[in-house]
């Protein structure tokens, strides 16, 4: 007679840690599987935000381009109208009323975007065809540019413009600009300037002091500080200043003027335009006196430079694009004739 066997409790422990085990194994494997997968998940998750945000912001950049555009084509326009058919058309007076072109700001919208257009009528700037020591020293210093760099600026404008090959004490001539890394050379007979953006070939001129920078106050107030393309043109060949366009530091910087004189001018020309050197001499306190005289003028031109600032909607992408546009007169084929094209302006 076969007695069946019977396993005793101690014979079973072992098998049953061996199962614990073998579970503890697998719970383990598969928590390390579950954290691998989220890992992955995570980076995948991350890299379509990526994408995504990218592609949205490559599409709202080239919106935002066709947008500025359409301010700069919009802005030309109302100029043209402003100097040629308003005064023809024989409409009201609306001095009342702020103009945008008078003001120098045109804003709008196109489509599910806005722009806004910065105008500068280029009599209101410093020529540097015909460019005067005295006031480019006065300028560099009303617009914060210390020493020495201040002084490096104006004696290295000066020798680009100058022929020959002595340099002044804190300028720079061919062989400096030879030596730099990729070197150039200075036109060979020096004179005038093509392009006021030759600015950021010339010693001392960096990108801030030429465009400019966001400057934090003591009070914690963001303000803009324009940089020398602000205020001086290569489409200018006088040396009188349009007082009714200038801004105020190329007031300030006029030789002799009086800095209450130019902050007076500057704010009373915001209501109502000098029309003449009497209005100037009758209504500005202190008085600048005739030593300005041959410095400045109230005639508008027809050149100006457009600064288009663009975006979407709800949108952070911005474009700038900067142009100097030449309204031509009314017998003219052409309306308007662009001078000069700039798509990479730095957006700060």
Same mark, same amino acid.
């Given at each position: 007679m076969i007695r069946p066997s019977i396993q005793r409790e101690g014979d079973l422990l072992p098998m049953i840690h061996r199962q614990k085990d073998a579970r503890g194994v697998i719970l383990i494997a598969l928590l390390w599987i579950l954290t691998i997968l989220s890992v992955i998940a995570l980076s995948f998750s991350r890299e379509t935000f990526?994408?995504?945000a990218t592609a949205r912001n490559s599409r709202d950049l080239v919106d935002a381009y066709y947008i500025?555009?359409?301010? $700069?084509?919009m802005t030309t326009y109302q100029l043209y109208q402003k100097i040629y058919m308003t005064p023809r058309t024989g409409l009201p007076s609306l001095e009342a009323q702020p103009d945008p072109i008078d003001m120098g700001k045109v804003t709008g919208q196109f489509g599910d975007g806005e722009y806004e257009v910065d105008i500068q009528d280029e009599s209101g700037k410093i020529s540097l065809i015909t460019l005067r020591e005295d006031q480019l020293r006065n300028l560099v210093q009303v617009i914060g540019i210390s020493e020495p760099d201040a002084s490096i600026?104006?004696?290295?404008?000066?020798? %680009? @413009? !100058?022929?020959? /090959? $002595?340099a002044r004490p804190n300028g720079a001539k061919d062989d400096y600009?030879?030596?730099?890394?990729?070197? &150039?050379? $200075? %036109?060979?007979?020096?004179?005038?300037?093509?392009?006021?953006?030759?600015?950021?070939? #010339?010693?001392?001129? !960096? /990108?801030? &002091? &030429? &465009?400019?920078k966001r400057e934090k106050m003591p009070d914690g107030q963001i303000v803009n500080r324009y940089g020398l393309s602000k205020y001086l043109t290569v489409y200018s060949s006088g040396q009188r200043i349009n007082v009714n366009s200038a801004p105020l530091p190329v007031l300030l910087s006029i /030789?002799?003027? /009086?800095?209450?004189?130019?902050q007076a001018i500057f704010e009373r020309r915001q209501?109502?335009?000098?029309?003449? %050197?009497?209005?100037? +001499? @009758?209504? #500005?306190?202190p008085n600048p006196g005739p030593a300005i005289l041959q410095y400045i003028s109230w005639t508008r031109t027809a050149i100006f430079t457009l600064n288009a600032?663009?975006? @979407?909607? +709800?949108s952070k992408a911005r474009r700038?694009?900067? !142009?100097v546009v030449r309204i031509n007169n009314p017998g003219s084929q052409e309306k308007y004739t662009t001078l000069y094209w700039n798509e990479n302006v730095p957006n700060w």
């Open positions: 990526v994408e995504v500025a555009r359409a301010g $700069i084509a600026i104006v004696d290295s404008i000066l020798d %680009w @413009r !100058t022929p020959g /090959p $002595i600009y030879q030596s730099l890394l990729p070197s &150039y050379s $200075i %036109w060979p007979d020096g004179g005038r300037m093509k392009a006021v953006e030759e600015l950021l070939l #010339i010693r001392g001129v !960096t /990108p801030e &002091y &030429y &465009y400019g /030789p002799g003027m /009086p800095p209450g004189a130019a209501s109502k335009p000098f029309a003449s %050197w009497d209005e100037i +001499n @009758r209504e #500005i306190v600032s663009a975006h @979407r909607l +709800n700038v694009i900067r !142009t």
